[in-house]
Nanobody
Framework: QLQLVESGGDLVQPGGSLRLSCAASGFTLDGYLIGWFRQVPGKEREGISCIDTSGTAIYYADSVKGRFTISRDNAKNTAYLQMNSVKPEDTAVYYC???????????????????WGQGTQVTVSS
């Protein structure tokens, strides 16, 4: 059974860093695009970064460009989101997701995904 498990969410101070992980089980990630999304209560889920199967095509939302870095390690069947210079407005539940057929832009902009993880909470506060 295809499963994605996020981890690494925590309470972090503004300006700090955090690394989220997305571990896949029941399938291999190398044939899938991977995306990171976030959602605040009362707001729609938004795509913040998506990466293609080769790791060469990457999309970042303007809100995180220059601060967040998406990566993937197919050997470990895991994807990552490195979050630097975090801000209070980055507070959200962060989800990873996969899809085998879409593009990075469609995945992130239109949430074209086939499977979601359960989410991990990130809170940015002093």
């Amino acid at each position: 059974q295809l499963q994605l498990v996020e981890s690494g969410g925590d309470l972090v101070q503004p300006g700090g860093s955090l690394r989220l992980s997305c571990a896949a089980s029941g399938f291999t990630l190398d044939g899938y695009l991977i995306g990171w999304f976030r959602q605040v209560p009362g707001k729609e889920r938004e795509g913040i970064s998506c990466i293609d199967t080769s790791g060469t095509a990457i999309y970042y939302a303007d809100s995180v460009k220059g601060r967040f870095t998406i990566s993937r390690d197919n050997a470990k069947n895991t994807a990552y989101l490195q979050m630097n210079s975090v801000k209070p407005e980055d507070t959200a539940v962060y989800y990873c997701a996969v899809d085998a057929w879409t593009s990075t832009q469609s995945m992130c902009k239109f949430l074209v995904v086939s499977s979601w993880g359960q989410g991990t909470q990130v809170t940015v506060s002093s």
